[in-house]
C-alpha cells in the first residue's frame, strides 16, 4: 500500500521561491508515474506538473519555465521546485502516483493521494 507525505509548503511573497517534497513508501517509485495536482475551494483538481517511469517530464503551460519537477527513486521522493511564484499559484498541492507508467493530465487515473500542503502567495 503505497502513502504519500508532501512537505514543503508555506506562505511567500510573489517572486520567490519554495521547494516542495513528497515522500512515498510501500511502492517502487521507478514503476509508475508521477505528478504534482493542486487544487482551490470550489475548483477542479489541476495537474501541474509530472514524471513518467522513463523520466520525461510535463507541465502545465501554467507552471512551464517556473517549476521543475524530478525524483529520487532511491529515496522515493518526488520534488517539485516552484520559482517566480505568482499569487494565483495559491492552493493546496498534492503529490499523487499514478495506476501506469505514463504521465496522465486527468486526476482520475491516480491511484495514491498525499494529505496535501498548503502554498500562498502574495502580491
Known amino acids: 500500500q503505497e502513502q504519500l507525505v508532501e512537505s514543503g509548503g508555506g506562505s511567500v511573497q510573489a517572486g520567490d521561491s519554495l521547494r516542495l517534497s513528497c515522500a512515498a513508501s510501500?511502492?517502487?517509485?521507478?514503476?509508475?508515474?508521477m505528478a504534482w495536482f493542486r487544487q482551490t475551494p470550489g475548483w477542479e483538481r489541476e495537474f501541474v506538473a509530472g514524471?513518467?517511469?522513463?523520466?520525461?517530464?510535463y507541465y502545465s503551460d501554467s507552471v512551464k519555465g517556473r517549476f521543475t519537477i524530478s525524483r529520487d527513486n532511491a529515496k522515493k521522493t518526488v520534488d517539485l521546485q516552484m520559482n517566480s511564484l505568482k499569487p494565483e499559484d495559491t492552493a493546496v498541492y498534492y503529490c499523487?502516483?499514478?495506476?501506469?507508467?505514463?504521465?496522465?493530465?486527468?486526476?482520475?487515473?491516480?491511484?495514491?493521494w498525499g494529505q496535501g500542503t498548503q502554498v500562498t502567495v502574495s502580491s
Open positions: 510501500g511502492r517502487t517509485l521507478d514503476t509508475y508515474g
Open positions: 499523487a502516483s499514478s495506476r501506469r507508467a505514463s504521465v496522465d493530465y486527468s486526476s482520475d487515473n491516480y491511484a495514491y
Open positions: 514524471i513518467s517511469r522513463l523520466a520525461a517530464t
